[in-house]
Every structure is written in structure tokens, then in C-alpha cells.
């Protein structure tokens, strides 16, 4: 197990690794060289110790800061040279002449090995006098006996919400009666102790909403209590607080009561009382666990709300019976606006129009957070009502959440959630940082960057990709970012930084000299030392993106967005690991001509249209794990890439598929690559010995000319069903040209515990369900082309097991006029998009069917449904799980009553269910409407929503 770089430790962790890699039999090293290695790695052990205890101090002193970023800062200096030393013992050659040439080439070899080590011992010798200063000084200043200082006392941030006037509060009526109709609704089983979870991230206003709701149901229960657990917990105190709000005469009593005294007469009093608790700010389940041990079960209508800005725990807390999880939302742009302007003027009418643009641009950053909303407020309200002055706090929103005291209560609250976190996680949130405000920031790209850099630890036989996502989906749960595109099976594709969470981690970042930004004028660039990871955000072809002076020798990370002819050099960036460059308008081939340079990077991203090639040193990254050119205009690969021998993810843009890439047996990916009449037929046969992919994209461009079809399908197939019975869990075949995959039909067997996505994105169609399809128990998700569909195809559908996509195109169903969608099957799907035109009248859900199933698209005929007897029944009404519904109706020779006729079934149906419910109507016509038979009317698309 490779130990990660964290963002308090510096690279300390990996460093310690690696030095015990240094001195194992695999280097040949001075024995002098070993010597001082061991003496550095004790050194930097007992170093390392102290640092993991100094980074759970929440505000060390002055003196430990200091020496602390001195140890970080040398950890990375070490790492870096042990990084050159490992590469300059273990490069060898390709090449291997023979005879004199190769006595000679040993010879030199030799020597210059020995050169490398006497270079390596002096370079050791020089860290191991850097250590053992940094050594000495912790002890001249007497690091070990400083005592962190103790924050100030303040008062609790949280305390004001329960004081606030109900005539201030904007936007709290309807989650505080959603609220209360949960808690008071009638229920099948209504006697039981139901319990309630309010979840958000800090500054929502989750205390105030509970708080509210605590008022407005005062007098409908026999007891009520409102507690605060906070991050550490005092359970006696806790207990103690609950007893106290029914008899003040207990409170004197209970002082020397454990926790099993003071729960078990909490039970006792409570017995018999129907009663309404609010447990607020709950970090942990294992608080949860104790405190839920004073409210007994006595089926009296019980009810409990729980707040918590953790996702897992808020769900952990709610009742068995009736859990519900109420996600509390940023205020929309209205609230907002009433919110901001009441505070400042006392009503949004009372904004001057030269401060509304400004203001405007205030509350975007503050992104609808009620705590941001005000405190930025309240500061405005304090200064002079010009644009200037305003402009000025704007820019420094940032700066003031670090420095202002009236923002002190802010940053502790957001800090909070900060601080909750385990170091790893703090490490891949502030890493967040090089990202622009507003940016929407890809799942997979973000892993695979924390991979590169050395974030993510694995154990035992655990996957870094999977690890690496646990880390991002563990940062949602704990509301710390905010999930973008949430996918079937409920993961977010991508995910967003709250503005205000975002000036947090920068300022953090830029305190542990973790990442530092240039371009963006929202942040001061604040430089302390040398750069380690540098993210350049330009606007203007003229911008300097970075100073003149900066030292760039050190940078393991560089990210660009926007647009500059003022590229920096590759070549002063040779210690760099992950090179991200989205410069879509100037960045072009012959900046990428010093690639070769780059002998440490692991992750390469392009993301410009002037890129059209790519030179063939790329062969010489013989660490480069990922390589995403998805977004440039590459004709070809260069034959060298298939040198790549940790190759673990090659995305690109239907390029060629290149001989030679059976010799990247690292990947686990390799999207999205064409395979047409010029692609190496035995490169065909090398894809099945990629053993361990487990993403395949194909853009199959063969056209149907009967031999070449045959040779390439049958190589195809040959290679699909080696990689099937191994380790391919996902294969997308897409297709612009008429090409036929009649081939699959029958003649490929995926293993059925391995293959979870099929994706058929192509213009070709099966007439039929394949065979081998009926076996895959673990398929999740299918897109599929199927021509003619019927109810035989929707049992076969339907019994596969884990199912929870399902995309069906066809031309046409059979029988003609409706296909039942029956109760057996489809246990599991959650969306279903249904594609056909000749549809009749469309598809019939029976009760209990698809009882999973969130979003349904699926389209309705209306042509003739006036002749049908009595209303259209599509039995939309039985699917109870229903979130999101958009029926589109095909008007083509149908006239307008009947369109009508058609819509006023679907709403009557969709009324049936939940109040919550999204629905979208649209009108798809290839020619015309006609009313009554007598006018056409051109309606081409219409969309109503509820």
C-alpha cells in the first residue's frame, strides 16, 4: 500500500513509502547512500507523527504553523528528488544492440550509473542536512511544548435562529409546512414514533426551519423538547437539557447521574405522553444511538425532527416505518432578493438602481445560502451606498470571509463541516480549489486527477477508481459538495462547490500553500514559496497568467481554463503530474512539443480544437495513466501510444483503432474508438488481450460489403467474448452509417456476473432480444434498438433482475394498437424511455406495474383515439413511484379533439399521484393538426408543464 499526499502532511506519507522503497534490493545504492536514507526516514517518522497530532488542533499557535510548513514544504522538496532518483536508477533502454555496440553502450552504462549514484549520495546528504536543521530548530523553539491556543468563547452561531422574529424569515413557509404535514399527516400506522430528518449543509438555515416548525406545533403534543448535539457531544448534558424542559425541580437533581439514570427516567416520564423532540445538529450515528435510547416506543403518535448536514446520518435517524428525508434547498433567486434588500433596506424596493447589477452579482456568489445572504447583507448595510464601495466587497467576498470579524460567525459555521472531515477527504475538497467558480466538475475526471496526485490509499485487493469515488460520494454525503446529474442508479456524474464553500477551501489552500490560482480576479494571487500545484484562469488573449517571477520548477499540477497567448512553457514543468489544459481557442500542436520532458505525469486532459495531433513522444510518458483527448480535433493516434505500459484509461474521439494496442494491458478503459475498413484486422484480435478492461466504446463504420464484413465480425466477436468472460462491465456500439450487427445477434456470450451496461446508440436493430441478453443477472442498465417490440420482448426485458435503465427504440409494436406492461418484471427499474412512432395508441400499465420506476418518457398516438370506447386508460395512475413523467403525443393526421382527448387523460392520470410529481406534455406532428376536419393547424411542439 502506496501512502497518499495529503494537503497538512505535505507529501510526507508517500515520501515515507518511497524512502522504504529506496532501500530495498530492487536499488543498488551506496551503502553510505542506504545509511543516511534510513537516518531520513526515522527522522522524518517521528516528524510525520507530530504532524498528524499538530493537524487535529483547530488553531495551533504561531510557532507550530511555522514549522509545520516548513516540514510540508521539505517532505515535497525530498519527495521530488527521490522521485528523480527512482526514475534515473530504474530507466532502462528499449534498445538492446549486440556485439561491440553493446559492450561499449554496457560500459557506458556503468559509468554513468555510477556518475547517478555519486550524484544521488551528494544530493542525500544535502536533504539530510536540510532534516536534521529542521530537526534542531523544533527543539531550539521548543515546538513539542507549545500549547495550541484556545479559541476565543463566542456564542453559539446557532443561538439566533431561535430568537429570530417570524415576520424576518423569507422563504421558510413552504418547508415548514411540508414539514409539519409529514409530521401531523395520517398514516396507516400513525400511532408509531415516527421520526423526521432535516438535512443541508452549514448556513441553510436547517436550525431556524426546525425551530419553526417546533413554534407552530406548540400546544398539539403533551411534551415538547429542543435540543443542540454539536460535533462533540456532552450526552449528560444533553440528557440532563431534555429532563430540564419539563421540570425545572429535576434539574438540580440529576447532577450526578450517568447516562443509563438519565435515560431510563427520561423512558419513564415519557411512557405514556405523546411528544415532539427536535435533536438538532447531529454529526454522528453513534449519537444518534444513545440519545434515540430516552424516547420509548409507546404508540402514542410520537413524533422526533432531526437536523444534520450528513446525508447517511439523517437517514440513519428516521423511523422504519415513515422515513423521510427532507432536503433543505438554497433560496431561490426571489427569496433571495427579498431576503438581501429587506436587511439592507428594509424592502427591495428601497435598492438604488445604480447598486442593483452589483447586487445581483453579490447574491449569485452567495449562491441562495440564508447564512451568506445575511452576513454579507448586514456588512453592506455598515458601508457608504456607492458602487464603488460595493464593487470592492464583492471582489473581496473571499478575502473578508477570512479576515472581516463580522464574518468571524460565518466562517465558523461553514469551518465546522471543515474540520468534521478525516484528512484524506480535507485533502480532495481543497483540491476542489483549481476549479473555477460555477464550474461543473466531471465525476471521473476529478478521481482520476486525486489518483494522479497521490490521494487515494488502497488495502488489500480494494480498486483506487472505486476507492476514489467512495472519497467523492462520502464529500455529498457530507454536504460539502453539491451533486450535479444524478444518474439511474443514483451516483452524480458531477458535482459543484457552493461559492462560499469554495472562498473556504481557497483559503485554505492557500494557507497550506496547496494550490495557487492565477487569472482569476475574484482571489489575489498570494504566493508563499514555491508553487506546487498552479490552476491559470484567463479571460482575454492578453492576460498574464501567471507573474514573471514565479518559480514554476516544482509544480506537480497545472490546470488552464480560458483562452492566452501567454502559455507558459512545458518544458519548466518537469516534475508535473497532472497537465489539464482547457484553452479551446489558442493552444495548438507545437505547444505539446516539450511533452517528452514530462518523465512524471500521470494524467494528460486536452481540451482544445486546434489540437489536431499529437507529437510522437507521447510513447516516453512511461508513467501516464490517463489520457482524455476527447475534446481535440486528433485525426490519429501516433503509433507510439501503445508504449503506454500504465495506460489505464485512453478517451478519445472515434480515432482509429491503433495497431499494436494489445501491449497496453493496463487498461481498464478505451472510449471511443472507430473500427472501419482501413483498421488493422489484427488489431481487432489484440483488443481481447486487454484483460482488464472493463469500458469498451466501439463506433462500428463497416459498411455491409459481405467478405470485409465477415473477417471483421468475426474478429470482433472473437475478441468481445474473451473480454466477456473476463472483466468488461460496459460496452456502448454506436453508428452514424447504415452497418449491419446482425453478427451480435446470437453469436456473443458475455459472462453474465460481469456485463452491467450495453449501450446500442447505433442505426442498427435487432428484430428480436438476443439469447445471450436473457442470462445477464447483473445488467443494470440497456439502450437498445428493437424492431418490431412486443410483449414477449417486455417479459424477457423484464425478468432480468437488476435492471434500472431501460431505453427502448423501435419501429413499430406489435400487435398495433397497445402493448400491457404487466406486474410481473421490472422489479428494480427506475427510469424507462420509451422511442416509437408507429405506437398505436401506446403502451398500458397494469396496477403494480414497474413499482420502482421515478422517470418514464414513453408517446401516445392520438390519431383515432376519438373512436376508441370510453376514456384512454394508459394506467399511468399505477405507477406510485413516479417523480418525472413526459408523454409525447404523435398528432400526425390526428385532429385537435383528439389531441385534447389525449392530454386530458394523461393530467386525469398523473393527478392520481404524487403532488411532487414533474410533468411535461409535448406534441410531436411531422405534418399537421387538423381541427375538426376542417382547418390545419400548424402546431409543430408544444410543451405544457405541472
Keep these: 500500500m502506496e501512502a497518499v499526499v495529503c494537503a497538512s502532511h505535505g507529501a510526507m506519507g508517500s515520501l515515507l513509502w518511497k524512502l522504504g522503497a529506496l532501500l530495498s534490493d530492487e536499488y543498488t545504492l551506496l551503502t553510505r547512500v542506504k545509511a543516511d536514507i534510513m537516518f531520513l526516514k526515522d527522522e522524518l517518522e517521528s516528524m510525520h507523527a507530530f504532524l498528524k497530532k499538530m493537524s487535529e488542533v483547530e488553531d495551533p499557535d504561531e510557532q507550530s504553523k511555522r514549522w509545520m510548513k516548513e516540514v510540508r514544504e521539505l517532505s515535497y522538496d525530498i519527495e521530488d528528488s527521490v522521485d528523480n532518483f527512482m526514475f534515473s536508477l530504474g530507466f532502462e533502454s528499449n534498445s538492446k544492440p549486440r556485439g561491440f555496440k553493446r559492450f561499449v553502450g554496457r560500459c557506458l552504462s556503468l559509468f554513468a550509473d555510477a556518475k547517478t549514484r555519486h550524484r544521488i549520495a551528494k544530493k542525500i546528504q544535502c536533504l539530510k542536512g536540510h532534516v536534521i536543521e529542521a530537526s534542531n530548530r523544533r527543539g531550539r523553539y521548543k515546538v513539542d511544548d507549545a500549547v495550541p491556543r484556545l479559541s476565543r468563547i463566542s456564542i453559539d452561531p446557532r443561538l439566533p435562529a431561535f430568537y429570530t422574529e417570524t415576520t424576518r424569515l423569507v422563504g421558510i413557509d413552504g418547508p415548514r409546512d411540508k414539514l409539519i404535514k409529514l409530521l401531523t399527516e395520517e398514516h396507516g400506522t400513525m400511532a408509531q414514533l415516527n421520526v423526521i430528518s432535516i438535512v443541508g449543509f452549514g448556513g441553510l438555515g436547517k436550525t431556524t426551519l426546525a425551530n419553526e416548525v417546533y413554534r407552530k406545533l406548540e400546544g398539539q403534543f403533551d411534551y415538547r423538547a429542543f435540543v443542540s448535539v454539536s460535533q462533540k457531544p456532552d450526552m449528560k448534558k444533553i440528557l440532563r437539557n431534555i429532563l430540564c424542559q419539563y421540570s425545572c425541580r429535576e434539574c438540580g437533581s440529576n447532577e450526578a447521574w450517568d447516562e443509563q439514570q438519565l435515560i431510563n427516567t427520561i423512558r419513564q416520564f415519557l411512557k405514556d405522553k405523546r411528544y415532539f423532540i427536535v435533536i438538532d445538529d447531529i454529526w454522528s450515528t453513534s449519537a444518534w444511538r444513545t440519545i434515540r435510547c430516552a424516547f420509548p416506543e409507546n404508540n402514542c403518535s410520537s413524533r422526533i425532527l432531526t437536523t444534520t448536514r450528513i446525508i447517511t446520518v439523517a437517514k440513519y435517524c ?78 473581496s467576498i473571499g478575502s473578508v470571509l477570512e479576515k472581516d470579524t463580522d464574518m468571524e460567525e460565518m466562517k465558523k459555521i461553514l469551518s465546522l463541516s471543515y474540520n468534521d472531515l478525516p ?49 467523492f460520494n462520502d464529500l455529498i454525503n457530507r454536504s460539502m459538495i453539491q451533486p450535479v446529474e444524478i444518474q439511474y442508479d443514483g451516483r452524480a456524474d458531477a458535482c459543484r462547490v457552493h461559492d462560499m464553500i469554495l472562498d473556504l477551501i481557497i483559503s485554505k489552500s492557500i494557507e497550506e500553500n496547496f494550490v495557487t490560482l492565477c487569472g482569476d480576479q475574484n482571489h489575489k494571487l498570494v504566493q508563499q514559496g514555491k508553487v506546487r500545484r498552479l490552476s491559470l484562469n484567463c479571460h482575454a488573449r492578453d492576460d498574464i497568467m501567471m507573474p514573471t517571477n514565479m518559480i514554476v520548477s516544482n509544480v506537480r499540477s497545472l490546470t488552464t481554463f480560458g483562452y492566452s497567448e501567454n502559455m507558459p512553457c512545458l518544458s519548466n514543468f518537469q516534475l508535473l503530474r497532472v497537465l489539464d489544459l482547457e484553452n479551446r481557442v489558442v493552444l495548438e500542436y507545437n505547444y505539446l512539443k516539450h511533452i517528452d520532458k514530462l518523465s512524471h ?217 397497445r402493448v400491457v406492461i404487466n406486474s410481473n418484471g421490472f422489479c428494480c427499474l427506475k427510469e424507462f424511455y420509451f422511442t416509437c412512432w408507429e405506437i398505436g395508441t401506446g403502451l398500458t400499465f397494469e396496477p403494480g406495474a414497474m413499482p420502482m420506476l421515478e422517470k418514464l418518457r414513453v408517446p401516445f398516438n392520438a390519431h383515432g383515439v376519438c373512436c376508441l370506447h370510453g376514456v384512454l386508460d394508459s394506467g399511468i395512475q399505477h405507477l406510485s413511484s413516479l417523480k418525472h413523467l413526459q408523454v409525447e403525443i404523435v398528432c400526425h393526421s390526428a385532429r385537435l379533439k383528439e389531441v385534447e382527448a389525449v392530454e386530458e387523460a394523461v393530467k386525469n392520470a398523473a393527478s392520481n399521484l404524487s403532488d411532487e410529481l414533474s410533468l411535461e406534455v409535448r406534441r410531436w406532428d411531422e405534418e399537421e393538426i387538423l381541427r375538426d376536419g376542417e382547418h390545419k393547424v400548424a402546431e409543430e411542439f408544444c410543451t405544457y408543464k405541472a
Design 601 to 817: 505525469l500521470r494524467y494528460l486532459r486536452l481540451n482544445s480544437r486546434r489540437i489536431t495531433a499529437l507529437p510522437e513522444q507521447i510513447g516516453e510518458l512511461q508513467n501516464l495513466q490517463t489520457l482524455d483527448l476527447r475534446w481535440t480535433r486528433i485525426q490519429r493516434l501516433p503509433g507510439s501510444v501503445v508504449l503506454l505500459q500504465q495506460l489505464t484509461c485512453l478517451l478519445v474521439n472515434s480515432l482509429e483503432l491503433p495497431e499494436g494496442i494489445g501491449n497496453l494491458q493496463a487498461l481498464r478503459e478505451l472510449s471511443e474508438v472507430e473500427i472501419n475498413c482501413h483498421t488493422p484486422v489484427s488489431s481487432l484480435l489484440e483488443l481481447g488481450n486487454l484483460t482488464n478492461l472493463r469500458i469498451l466504446g466501439l463506433n462500428w463504420c463497416i459498411i455491409d460489403t459481405n467478405y470485409v464484413t465477415k473477417i471483421y465480425a468475426e474478429n470482433l466477436v472473437t475478441s468481445l467474448c474473451k473480454l466477456g468472460m473476463l472483466n468488461l462491465r460496459s460496452i456502448q456500439i454506436q453508428s452514424y452509417h447504415s452497418c449491419s450487427l446482425d453478427f451480435l445477434q446470437d453469436s456473443w456470450f458475455p459472462a453474465p456476473r460481469c456485463l452491467q451496461k450495453f449501450d446500442m446508440s447505433i442505426n442498427y436493430y435487432f428484430p428480436r432480444i438476443p439469447n445471450w441478453m436473457e442470462s445477464l443477472e447483473y445488467l443494470t442498465y440497456l439502450d437498445i434498438y428493437l424492431t418490431p417490440v412486443d410483449e414477449v420482448s417486455f417479459r424477457t426485458l423484464g425478468d432480468l433482475p437488476s435492471l434500472l435503465f431501460l431505453w427502448i427504440s423501435s419501429g413499430a409494436v406489435k400487435p398495433k394498437d
Design 318 to 395: 428516521c423511523s422504519p416505518h415513515h422515513d423521510h428525508v427532507y432536503e433543505l434547498k438554497p433560496l431561490g433567486a426571489t427569496h433571495s432578493k427579498s431576503l438581501f434588500f429587506k436587511r439592507i433596506f428594509g424592502s427591495e424596493n428601497g435598492c438604488p438602481l445604480h447598486l442593483k447589477e452589483v447586487s445581483n452579482e453579490i447574491l449569485k456568489k452567495c449562491g441562495g445560502l440564508p447564512l451568506a445572504i445575511i452576513t454579507v447583507s448586514s456588512l453592506l448595510a455598515t458601508k457608504a451606498r456607492t458602487k464603488e464601495e460595493w464593487e470592492k466587497i464583492r471582489k
Design 423 to 471: 484528512y484524506h477527504l480535507k485533502t480532495c475538497l481543497l483540491y476542489l480549489s483549481v476549479f473555477p467558480e460555477d464550474y461543473e466538475i466531471k465525476r471521473d475526471r476529478l478521481v482520476r486527477r486525486w489518483i494522479a496526485e497521490g490521494f487515494i490509499t488502497i488495502e488489500g485487493g480494494q480498486d483506487m477508481e472505486e476507492t476514489g469515488e467512495s472519497y
